[in-house]
């Protein structure tokens, strides 16, 4: 069973930045669709990135230029550089590994919260 670990979040202010860390339990990181999702109190979970197994990324019109999604094969890890952060990125950052067999897995949730 897979198993990823989200890190990174805590508190910040507006504008700064935050660095989240999703680490898998197997190597699943180089050949899956990773992802990173985020959900408000009271909000549907949301897309906020994703980087292919042939390292193309894709992000929302509501993070694009302020967040960036990279990997590291060699640590089973995927990042998520979050700047220019604003009160509204508050949530809880999720990540989520999408095999090639199309099994997916989630991780448990990092707090990101954004306040002066």
């Known amino acids: 069973q897979v198993q990823l670990v989200e890190s990174g979040g805590g508190l910040v202010q507006p504008g700064g930045s935050l660095r989240l860390s999703c680490t898998a339990s197997?190597?699943?990181?180089?050949?899956?669709?990773m992802g990173w999702y985020r959900q408000a109190p009271g909000k549907q979970r949301e897309f906020v990135g994703g980087?292919?197994?042939?390292?193309?990324?894709n992000y929302p019109v509501s993070v694009k230029g302020r967040f960036t999604i990279s990997r590291d094969n060699a640590k089973n890890t995927v990042y998520l550089q979050m700047n220019s952060l604003k009160p509204e990125d508050t949530a809880v950052y999720y990540c989520?590994?999408?095999?090639?067999?199309?099994?997916?897995?989630w991780g448990q949730g990092t707090q990101v919260t954004v306040s002066s």
């Open positions: 989520k590994a999408v095999t090639p067999s199309a099994t997916f897995y």
């Open positions: 197997g190597t699943i990181v180089s050949t899956s669709f």
């Open positions: 980087i292919r197994s042939d390292g193309g990324t």
